[in-house]
């Protein structure tokens, strides 16, 4: 090998001084050179500063401080190196060919080339040719060919080496692990003996899934047949229905994969533990996985066919319940099979979702914990405690003080932000507390078994408190509250009290003025004026990955802008008599919001969630941050009401009623009337009430207009030219009811999800349970004493997650009205309607709490 | 005599570190031995006799099973060892009740995937060994505690493995029936010449071995060895070495 190597050397030496002293090297001022040849050149020219003025027919004197000819001297000193490189490399292979020592020769023409390729880069003077490139590519060649020729031999038996080697353990890894065989009849009689004994453990599993796949399966099919209604504009389809789905499918879907979870760990421990017997007798984990794995596929495919089958009883009662309360006769379709499809892939989705949560109880299954129990007494968290305690009330109150302004809405993020409060005083507040409590016996002695859950089972018990109160919160802040308001809204046909409003411009008065003259319509028109707020929706995270240079956002807001006067008639033609003046000054606003009871709060502009929104008449521009003051002043909010002067068009997401000074809605006007030649906008807003012999003439002929002011529509499709009740109602009316369905479903799923958390924490706590009972029974305490001390720990989940939960949304339930601008009497039929949800509610849950604490007391005494 | 199972400086450790149970132990048993392991409670006693029955991984050490590292061992080749070496008989029995008695004693080798008529055969050797063939078709429910360690015992024989591991097989069961017990494994011992390492806390069980390892605080304390000869005098010798040593532990 070595005299090969040294043959391959030999070579590319000779080569490579071939390269150096006889091939084109370098380019300069359009002429190649070799090396030996630009020397020349350059003796022959005078000089480099010579050489290199001439070049660049600039004075030697020029030359001397030009950058052009800066690196001359650099370079041509570095060309040394190749020169030299080349003799060394004449000269070893002169020696490898008469088979003579080379020294370091080898590694000397390698530093030298290295060196040189290196100064090429940081002087660049002339231009590398081929025989450069060539003779650098040999040089490396020489480096790592020889070695390789070498050591080439030595790598393949290395390399042959390791794989003979790796066979060799894969055949007796496999030799090892080699179990051939079939198991018998009886190995699947014994298996599903143990699997039927503890049908327990997967109940639980499959009386979620089956929750879970039903209530999936009605969304989906009413999404179906709601859709179904949905006429000239998507409200269902669209935004409406997206922004129902949203106030609730994330708590859907929350608290199925938190159930999942919880349910999911504790059947896969308690699958582990019954097979504790077997992984000790040595059954193989592989075969132990898969028939977990089989059991685990039976309950989801069981959970799912029933929950499909419960689906299939629930969604055609509803159906049925909606036709009857909507007063339809249109035809409601349901692609049941399209149904079953779409909630069996979520189903399955969410069950991967919390299988996957739980992976580590898959990957790290201990032999040893399977048989074994832990006994070890839980930590308390000891650090930071006051700094957790000091967060956790200051994002409580934090969540209460921006939900009372009404300026960020009933956003699901405030929730959660207290919810964070709460586990942090729990956890913080909790720990410090029993600390405190636990530092002198005497004052723990006398309550020692009460305290005995929170003394060594801490985090266990504050983690279900905690989900407990999530639960209940949930329940009372935010569903209770929104059904309730759903329940007392208005009646649909007074949410659009005409039968067309029309957002027409100025050249339209003779169409309307044809309109009357012709079907004798009922027509008012109001000047107004075409306000746009700078964001018109939430601030999210689509705002947050889409910045601009000049700090815009969007969606834009749209809404009516009117003056106090035309305020003030159009209040007296819906039958309001003593309609007092609002007494606003420039730059002061009255905004008369359009929806119903039971629509959330929200600002009428979204920016910054500042108190002052910013409006802009008029077309609507592009801005930056320094234009922005000027396109879109700030407005001072005077006073709010929420009142139908013209319809819930858009659920009073847009299209709200602002009313200004006459004075300033005249200045407004006139700017607008300016800007009119360029962006043409609206200008009058025309209510029209007709008869029904002429409603659908009225209706055709308003497409027309409609067409002409396509435009309108340009920043957002659901801004109309013409709103008209007819396709607005339906739409409104299953809204409703879908509210409705949604938030009681919702409720029902936290009221059960609540006693399926207390159900889940007390089956698993039973053993434990069970042998201190049998302790302070061996050392005398009576039954009676037992069972109330049994009570006392259960309480604190069963009913001190409850009462905490309805003290702290006190707040919530308490504040919706106001932000929401109830009237006085519908703050009195919330609050009604309110108490008699929240009574129904605890009634269920003292009930169903009842008989669960008394079979756990069963199961225990037991 | 070949050594069946080792230990070397075998230390397990719990929690995070807090709890030592184990602390660099080092016990070898050999082919055909009786040994006694005995401590008092939370001395590493079972602990012990879980690592030894390849089902708890030391936290520091070595575990040799017949010359082989237990660690060099994949978990299939451990649950090989597990169900064909080594049978272990818990306190309380460890019967599955939704199961037979019979299909108890057969699980070993239903999971050695053996053909139903070698199950049937072994399990009628075992239950007429040991007395309980009239209650094959029992649940475990409706035995005595006798009769359940009794079971267990067949269950632990009936891949005939090398090894016999038996954690306070006695504790559980009046003296009669204990007595009963630790006769079985005796025989067990001196008859079908396997290895048994049995944990007690009482010293008259112990007296059965020929060895008496004492465990105090997971390290081993003393190893007394049953004196040469055989019959009822050297037992009760044997018996008061053991008695003498307890106050130490």
């Given amino acids: ?862 | 005599m070949n050594t069946i199972i080792e230990v070397k400086n075998l230390t397990r450790e719990y929690g995070t570190g807090n709890i030592q149970v184990l602390k660099g132990i080092d016990f070898c048993a050999f082919e055909e031995e009786f040994v006694a392991i005995m401590g008092r409670s939370g001395g590493g006693k079972s602990t012990l006799l879980r690592v030894l029955g390849l089902m708890d991984q030391p936290t520091e050490g070595e575990v040799f099973f017949r010359d082989e590292n237990s660690k060099d061992l994949w978990d299939s080749q451990l649950a090989d060892i597990r169900r064909r070496e080594i049978g272990f008989v818990h306190q309380d029995a460890r019967l599955l009740d939704c199961l037979t008695v019979e299909q108890n004693i057969k699980l070993p080798m239903i999971l050695d995937k053996k053909d139903s008529k070698t199950m049937q055969e072994s399990m009628e050797e075992q239950t007429r060994r040991f007395g309980i063939a009239d209650l094959v078709d029992k649940y475990p429910t409706e035995l005595s505690g006798g009769e359940k360690q009794r079971a267990a015992l067949c269950r632990a024989l009936i891949n005939n493995p090398e090894l016999i591991l038996a954690d306070e097989p006695t504790g559980n069961l009046d003296s009669q029936s204990g007595e009963l017990v630790i006769q079985a494994l005796e025989t067990i011992n001196r008859d079908m010449k396997k290895t048994v390492i049995l944990v007690t806390h009482d010293p008259w069980i112990a007296s059965y071995s020929k060895k008496a390892v004492l465990l105090k605080d997971g390290v081993i304390l003393d190893t007394l060895l049953r004196p040469d000869g055989e019959g009822e005098e050297v037992q009760k010798a044997y018996y008061e070495m053991i008695l003498g040593k307890l106050p130490e532990l």
């Fill in chain 1, 1 to 862: 090998m070595k005299k090969y190597a040294e043959r391959f050397s030999m070579v590319t030496g000779f080569l490579i001084a071939g390269l150096i002293f006889l091939s084109k090297w370098l380019y300069y001022d359009g002429i190649s050179y070799t090396i030996l040849g630009y020397f020349y050149a350059l003796k022959k020219a005078g000089g480099i500063m010579t050489f290199a003025a001439a070049a660049n027919n600039i004075t030697i004197e020029e030359a001397a401080t030009s950058a052009l000819t800066a690196n001359a001297y650099p370079t041509y000193a570095f060309l040394f190196l190749p020169l030299v490189a080349g003799v060394l490399s004449l000269l070893r292979s002169c020696l490898l060919l008469f088979h003579k020592k080379t020294w370091k020769l080898g590694v000397i023409i390698c530093w030298l080339g290295f060196i040189y390729l290196a100064s090429s880069l940081v002087f660049f003077f002339y231009m590398p040719t081929a025989g450069y490139w060539l003779a650098a590519f040999l040089v490396l060649l020489d480096a790592l060919g020889g070695r390789y020729i070498v050591e080439r031999s030595e790598i393949h038996k290395r390399a042959r080496e390791l794989k003979q080697k790796e066979a060799a353990e894969k055949a007796d890894k496999k030799r090892r692990m080699h179990f051939p065989g079939r198991y018998s009849r009886e190995f699947y009689d014994v298996i599903w003996a143990n699997f039927r004994s503890n049908f327990k453990s997967y109940t639980l599993f499959i009386i979620s899934g089956t929750m879970s796949a039903a209530l999936l399966f009605i969304l989906f099919g009413m999404q179906t047949f709601l859709g179904s209604l949905h006429k000239k504009v998507d409200f269902l389809m669209g935004d409406r229905f997206l922004a129902i789905m949203k106030e609730f499918i994330p708590i859907v879907i929350f608290v199925s994969v938190m159930l999942f979870v919880l349910i999911i760990s504790n059947y896969i421990k308690t699958r582990m533990e019954n097979y504790g017997t077997f992984i000790s007798l040595g059954i193989r984990k592989k075969t132990l996985w898969l028939i977990i794995a089989l059991e685990y596929a039976a309950c989801i495919l069981v959970s799912a066919a029933t929950g499909l089958i419960v689906g299939l009883i629930g969604l055609p009662a509803l159906k049925a319940l909606f036709i009857h309360t909507a007063d339809l006769s249109a035809v409601v379709t349901v692609d049941y099979g399209r149904v079953a499809l779409v909630t069996f892939i979520v189903y399955l989705l969410l069950v991967g979702l919390s299988t996957l949560i739980n992976y580590h109880l898959f990957e790290h299954v201990d032999i040893s914990a399977s048989i074994v129990k832990s006994v070890e007494k839980e930590p308390f968290p000891r650090h930071l405690l006051i700094p957790g305690i000091l967060l956790g009330a200051a994002l409580i109150i934090r969540s209460v003080g921006r939900f009372q302004t009404g300026r960020w809405g009933e956003q699901t993020s405030l929730i959660l932000w207290m919810l964070l409060g709460c586990l942090l005083l729990v956890y913080c507040g909790g720990s410090r507390l029993m600390q405190w409590y636990l530092k002198k016996p005497a004052r723990y002695l006398k309550k020692l078994l009460e305290i005995l859950p929170l003394r060594y089972r801490f985090r266990t018990n504050a983690k279900y408190f905690v989900l407990l109160l999530a639960v209940h919160i949930f329940a009372f802040a935010v569903f209770i509250p929104r059904l309730s308001a759903s329940i007392i809204t208005e009646p649909e046909k007074e949410l659009l009290p005409y039968d067309f409003v029309c957002l027409a411009h100025e050249d339209d008065e003779s169409f309307f003025r044809e309109l009357d003259s012709k079907y004798s319509v009922q027509l008012n028109d109001y000047d107004m004026v075409r306000l746009n707020t700078i964001l018109g929706e939430p601030y999210s995270w689509r705002q947050f990955f889409t910045p601009s240079m000049t700090g815009m956002v969007s969606p834009p807001g749209q809404h009516i802008g009117i003056s106090e006067s035309v305020y003030i008639r159009m209040k007296k033609a819906l039958g309001v008599k003593d309609v007092k003046p609002l007494g606003l000054a420039n730059q002061e606003i009255h905004i008369v919001y359009q929806q119903d009871t039971s629509q959330q709060a929200h600002p009428l502009d979204w920016y910054q969630n500042s108190e002052m929104p910013r409006l802009k008449a008029g077309a609507f521009t592009s801005y930056s941050y320094g234009s922005m003051d000027d396109l879109f002043p700030a407005y001072e909010i005077k006073s709010q009401e929420k009142y139908i002067l013209t319809g819930m068009f858009l659920g009073g997401d847009q299209e709200d009623i602002v009313v200004f000074s006459d004075e300033y809605f005249d200045t407004l006007r006139r700017e607008v009337g300016q800007e009119l030649a360029e962006a043409d906008t609206p200008t009058h807003l025309v209510t029209i009430q007709t008869d029904s012999s002429h409603y659908q003439q009225v209706e055709d002929r308003l497409k027309e207009f409609s067409s002409k002011h396509e435009t309108d529509s340009y920043l957002d499709p659901k801004i109309l030219p013409v709103y008209d009740k007819n396709t607005l109602l339906p739409d409104i009316t299953a809204e409703f009811f879908l509210k409705e369905a949604a938030f009681t479903v919702v409720i029902l799923i936290l009221l059960a999800a609540g006693l399926f958390i207390f159900y889940l924490k007390y089956s698993l706590d039973t053993e434990e349970l069970r042998d201190r009972n049998q302790f302070l029974e061996c050392t005398g305490m009576r039954e009676k004493d037992r069972i109330r001390l049994i009570r006392t720990e259960m309480s604190l989940h069963a009913s001190g997650s409850l009462i905490a939960g309805l003290l702290l949304s006190a707040f919530f339930f308490v504040l919706t009205p106001v932000i929401r601008h109830f009237s006085g009497a519908q703050i009195l039929s919330y609050s009604l309607v309110f108490l008699l949800q929240t009574a129904l509610y605890l009634l269920l849950h003292a009930l169903v709490m009842y008989f669960l604490e008394r079979h756990f007391i069963r199961e225990i005494l037991n």
